[in-house]
């Protein structure tokens, strides 16, 4: 009895461990890898019918000689007038000659920002997702999230899930925004993936969400179209069915992305052809990674969707569209039990890279390691690292902590030295003397938040940490680069939002103050600098709701064909009147033209005494 009972139990194991996954939905089934055509199209892009720095004509012109062969202007409907930037002839644009498919679109822009496609539907007052999403959709059209990462605070998964099972013309996500500035996207993608597939998939997308030249061409989708299939028809067909990749591509050099030459499906695997080592195909199920290499076996424990994630050279990613899975049983679940920390939650069996975070320790103590399972943890001393759940489990980790250790913070020149403990904020101000202007912060900076403004914050590490203010006489500030106190008004800044407004200072002064997501930009086209030119941009700030919001103060040097060659810019969260100053040695060759521009993402952003010196070698 026992024999049988024995091998009743490593059958049900056997059994178990080979269990068949089916794959219920191919994005790629209906395509001909033999005559396909490869189309690199960007589906979010502005102009200067919103809030881009190229007109309608430039932006056409620059993606049609980069090769780009589908193409979308998506100006924001808050500008007037709502409706999109369309037809393309109405703006100059010769559409033959530009050899682009052109795209209908527009951005939806009150609420979550939406791309929306093949309809005229615009409205600046529109702040619920839900009814713009139904116009949409009552006008025939398509639509995309985009850029979700930056609506992370107020929106969950549930949120997203009941988005796209209310509106099933929503296809798809942006996974990549610009070079990526929203790294949170594709964890939200993978959430709304897990609770929707494998009945009800979402397309992954990549955009430039182009508005100046430091955008242009590192995030785009390769479309896969019959021979003859660049019209409309065929172009949304691919759209909705998901025939099309997602890529980032941070170095510009499209050389280093991953294509796959074929994409195949059996009883047994998925395999994916494509010119790279196996190790740089992954395959992701709920978030993480299940597997490595070109095929994928289906007796792999996997969830009800499967993507693959192709990693190029110079930091190039191909993600390819997620196959909807059906397993039986259902899939192997590992409970992971974090104490002290985030990450506690049942995973699929075989998960890599599951994050781990240790929680904020009692007052006086710092983080000290992770103790229990230990030898699953990638990092043993890091707060935030990953565990690799390759076991059945349960597995449990603890994050220890430890009494926190004062250093010495010396500052040279400055305030804000003492005794300081360990990982702990301290704000240091440098003593500027009189006739004298602020260079930068020199020693241990690798503490710091910034190098080049008098003011800054040190993150206190586990040493002693010394650093000194240096000065320079203090530039000759030319009249023609000064708006002081902005007592002229926005004289020869072009106001590219409307939340800018100026607030009267009890001496009769005015400074400028810039609302959510607001800010202004000026081309000094007057001034030319060259490599070794040092430029001095001086100003005083306050953030209103400092810390958890983001303002951004900086400088861009364009040539003259209007292409972005060198910016810099300095993020603030100081709550009181500080003296900030941004400096920039010029690196590549003039003559360039600098642009300046004040950005407030969310909260106030308050600005005064805006100078900039140029010195010449």
Request: hydrophobic residues 40%; negative net charge.
């Amino acid at each position: 009895m026992k024999n049988c009972l024995r091998i009743l139990l490593v059958l049900g194991f056997s059994l178990r461990a080979f269990a068949q996954t089916t794959v219920v939905l191919n994005p790629y089934a209906e395509v001909d890898w033999d005559t396909v055509v490869v189309h690199k199209a960007n589906l979010h892009t502005h102009t200067t019918e919103s809030d881009g720095v190229l007109s309608p004509q430039e932006v056409v012109k620059l993606y049609a000689e980069a090769g780009y062969t589908i193409f979308s202007i998506t100006d924001h409907d808050t500008n007037e007038p709502d409706a999109p930037t369309w037809p393309w002839e109405a703006y100059g644009i010769d559409v033959a000659a530009s050899g682009m498919l052109p795209i209908q679109g527009n951005e939806i822009s009150r609420p979550d920002h939406i791309g929306s496609y093949f309809n005229d539907y615009g409205d600046g007052s529109q702040r619920d997702v839900d009814a713009a999403l139904k116009e949409i959709g009552d006008r025939d059209g398509l639509a995309v999230l985009f850029h979700p990462g930056r609506y992370a605070r107020r929106r969950t998964t549930a949120d997203y899930v009941g988005f796209y099972r209310n509106h099933p013309h929503l296809v798809g996500m942006e996974v990549f925004n610009q070079n990526d500035r929203y790294p949170g996207d594709r964890a939200t993608y993978d959430a709304v993936l897990t609770r929707l597939m494998p009945e009800r998939p979402v397309w992954a997308m990549a955009n430039d969400d182009f508005h100046r030249m430091e955008h242009f061409a590192r995030s785009f989708n390769l479309f896969l179209l019959p021979a003859d299939g660049l019209n409309e028809t065929d172009f949304r067909a691919a759209f909705e069915a998901g025939r099309f990749h997602a890529v980032h591509n941070p170095s510009r050099d499209t050389g280093q992305v991953l294509i796959p030459r074929r994409i195949e499906v059996t009883e047994t695997e998925i395999r994916v052809e494509v010119d790279a080592e196996a190790d740089r195909v992954i395959w992701i199920s709920e978030g993480h990674e299940m597997h490595r290499g070109q095929v994928l076996p289906l007796s792999t424990n996997l969830g009800t969707y499967v993507r693959a994630h192709l990693q190029g050279e110079a930091g190039t990613q191909t993600l390819l569209q997620p196959f909807g899975l059906v397993s039986d049983p259902p899939a192997r679940r590992t409970v992971l039990a974090v104490e002290g920390g985030g990450g506690s939650g049942a995973y699929l069996t075989g998960s890599r890279g599951v994050a781990l975070k240790a929680g904020a320790p009692p007052e006086g103590h710092v983080f000290a390691r992770w103790t229990g399972d230990v030898d699953l943890v990638e990092d043993v001393n890091a707060a935030e690292t990953v565990i690799h759940l390759t076991e059945e489990g349960p597995v449990s980790v603890t994050a220890e902590t430890r009494p926190a250790v004062a250093y010495t913070l010396e500052v040279i020149s400055g305030q804000g030295g003492g005794e300081v403990p360990e990982e702990s904020v301290r704000e240091i101000v440098a003593d500027i003397p009189e006739g004298m202007a602020f260079h930068r912060w020199e020693g241990d900076v690798e503490a710091l938040g910034t190098v080049w403004s008098p003011t800054t914050r040190v993150r206190m590490p586990d040493r002693p940490v010394r650093v000194m203010a240096r000065f320079q006489p203090e530039p000759v500030y030319s009249p023609a680069l000064v708006n002081g106190d902005f007592s002229e008004g926005l004289t020869g800044w072009d106001a590219k939002k409307e939340d800018v407004r100026f607030v009267e200072n009890e001496d009769g002064s005015v400074h400028l103050a810039l609302q959510r997501f607001s800010g202004i930009m000026q081309r000094l086209e007057a001034l030319e600098v060259s490599r070794g030119d040092i430029l001095t941009l001086s100003f005083e700030a306050k953030l209103e709701r400092p810390g958890t919001h983001v303002a951004f103060v900086g400088m861009q040097l364009l040539s003259k064909e209007n292409e972005e060659m060198q910016s810099e810019s300095l993020t603030m969260d100081i709550d009181d009147w500080r003296p900030h100053a941004l400096r920039i040695e010029v690196a590549p060759n003039g003559p360039l033209t600098p642009n300046l521009f004040l950005w407030m993402r969310s909260g106030q952003m308050h600005v005064r005494g805006f100078r900039l010196s140029v010195e010449s070698r």
